[in-house]
């Protein structure tokens, strides 16, 4: 009887252990969604995929800082590229609208490339000048930026 009472007692506790440990790492894999998801996104719409597909909520937290690459226009030759003022911001809903781009100053943290209607593809992409800031904005082409994005989720296990 008192040899049952420990066995059972140890299975609970392995039970319990178990238990709060999935808990706990579930809780520290949590994605946060970016801030600037909520300058183009619905907050329902973040939420909603936050509940059912975190995964998405992550690639577009990886997008938001790793889908281009900046240069000096002053440390290039002749950049060919699309003025940045010709983009068209895009509503909540996704939908274009007829404000033109109208930022004054570049800052990585705050720049929200998914705001704007800039052309990506799978192969090339367009650069885009923005002479107020000095600077040309580069995209990586979509299937370099889901490759890039596989490998940090790998080393973020």
């Known amino acids: 009887m008192k040899r049952n009472l420990i066995k059972n007692t140890s299975i609970i506790l ?3 252990l178990t238990l709060v440990t999935s808990l706990f790492s579930q809780n520290t894999n949590k994605v946060i969604p970016d801030s600037r998801l909520y300058q183009c996104f619905e907050k329902s719409y973040v939420d909603n995929l936050l509940m059912n597909n975190p995964e998405k909520i992550a690639y577009y937290n990886f997008y938001l800082d790793h889908s281009y690459y900046t240069a000096s226009l002053k440390a290039t030759k002749e950049v060919l590229g ?3 003022h010709a983009l068209l911001k895009k509503s909540k809903a996704g939908k274009l609208t007829d404000i033109k781009f109208n930022e004054v100053a570049y800052d990585k943290k705050t720049f929200n ?6 052309e990506t593809g799978e192969m090339s992409t367009p650069n885009y000048i923005w002479n107020e800031a000095g600077i040309v904005i580069v995209f990586y082409p979509e299937k ?3 490759e890039e994005y596989i490998k940090f989720t790998k080393t973020q296990k």
């Open 14 to 16: 392995v039970l319990c």
């Open 82 to 84: 699309k003025d940045i």
């Open 113 to 118: 490339v998914l705001q704007y209607n800039f």
């Open 144 to 146: 370099t930026i889901r």
